[in-house]
């Protein structure tokens, strides 16, 4: 039997329920990702409780996991209250306090292991996981919970396409991550559930990038891992729509083999090309790369 964690050097990640589990993919991203357009945005002060209807998204537990042993909420974004002012704890007027922190949204977050990785990088940073299986919110409220970073993390259990239209024009972010489904016209496989969050059938890649234009702060950065062949197609679909590749790092596996998966990072304007190589292992299987593990050592309890 699969084991059904995952255990980190600062945080461990459930993965009973998730469709998929951890995998090598989400760890490079939230290792890799530039968290340096993190800037300030407004935040409730120290008095505010985010757990409060008032200055909170509207909040039904129930629909994904019982939140009586949990201090922790999953925000159903399909409720929306014309007397709410704020957006997701983020307090408009004076009664706002201006801090050196972070707005970062990741999507398709699965057991949230990026978004963790993410809140450990950061001092203060505000994320928002966007995750429609009600499995993988299962696992993702619990370890978010459990983590040392339980009041920067808020899991929305609905598709990016509902989080977009709740939150357009409301709410911008300096840093959008992503590990998305990507298999665009591979065979399916017989588990529906693992079909939707492998395949890009649930996500197109278009209608991901338009949400990232819609929710992308002006400085912002959105950053994607994906296979190489995907990557190209994703960078020029993103191009359309005037989201500009600023660093790119190829991943192989070991020397003298093809790229297996690149990372790309897209920002508003165009700027020189940030371009890398990361190769993970020597030409001796499991002997891992100084820069590999230079990488990844904050997270890996085997580096």
């Given at each position: 039997?699969?084991n ?27 290792a890799?990702?530039?968290?340096s ?12 409780d ?20 949990r ?40 057991t ?10 950061t ?67 017989p ?60 991943v ?7 790229p ?38 904050d ?5």
């Amino acid at each position: 039997m699969a084991n059904p964690y995952f255990s980190f050097k600062q945080f461990t990640v459930w993965q009973e329920h998730a469709a998929m589990r951890v995998g090598t993919d989400g760890v490079l991203l939230g290792a890799w990702c530039d968290l340096s357009s993190c800037v300030s945005v407004v935040i409730p002060d120290e008095s505010t409780d985010r757990r409060q209807p008032e200055n909170v998204c509207p909040a039904d537990p129930s629909q994904i996991l019982d939140s009586s042993n949990r201090d922790q909420t999953v925000w159903d974004d399909h409720v929306q209250d014309e007397r709410e002012k704020s957006v997701c704890g983020a307090q408009n007027g004076a009664d706002a306090e201006t801090k050196k922190v972070g707005r970062v949204l990741d999507i398709g977050s699965g057991t949230g292991v990026i978004a963790l990785m993410v809140a450990q990088r950061t001092s203060n940073a505000q994320i928002d996981a966007v995750e429609p299986d009600s499995g993988s919110c299962e696992d993702a409220l619990r370890n978010f919970a459990e983590s040392p970073w339980a009041d920067r993390l808020h899991l929305h259990g609905v598709t990016l396409q509902e989080y977009v239209s709740c939150y357009a024009e409301k709410v911008q972010y300096d840093l959008i991550v992503s590990n998305p489904p990507y298999f665009v016209d591979s065979l399916k496989a017989p588990d529906p559930v693992r079909n939707a969050v492998r395949h890009a059938v649930s996500l197109p890649f278009e209608e991901l990038l338009d949400g990232v234009k819609t929710l992308l702060a002006e400085h912002g950065r959105f950053a994607v891992i994906l296979p190489v062949t995907e990557g190209v197609l994703l960078e020029k679909l993103a191009l359309e729509r005037s989201l500009h590749c600023v660093r790119k790092c190829l991943v192989q596996t070991k020397p003298g083999v093809p790229p297996k998966r690149v990372m790309m990072e897209f920002g508003r304007k165009s700027v020189p090309l940030r371009s890398g190589l990361l190769i993970m292992e020597t030409e001796r299987h499991q002997e891992f790369t100084e820069e590999y593990r230079r990488l990844t050592r904050d997270f890996y309890l085997k580096f």
